[in-house]
């Protein structure tokens, strides 16, 4: 079973959620010819305090 992980900084609402899974299994299901019964998608909601870009943190 294909998994993605996806991870973000909090702030989508559970609809913007379901519909970034729904987005994203549809797209791998096309590219690969998997059967979306098939696909996880786990989504993580990482602080923006823990994130950082070009040696910076975010928060």
């Known amino acids: 079973m294909p998994l ?5 900084t909090p702030g989508l609402s ?6 970034a899974i729904e987005a ?3 797209a791998y299901c096309a590219a690969t010819g998997k059967s979306e019964s098939a696909v996880w998608v786990v989504m993580t909601d990482v602080p923006r305090a823990s994130w950082g870009v070009g040696g910076v943190p975010l928060g």
């Open 4 to 8: 993605i992980q996806i991870s973000q």
């Open 24 to 26: 994203v299994t549809q």
């Open 14 to 19: 559970d609809e913007q959620k379901r519909a």
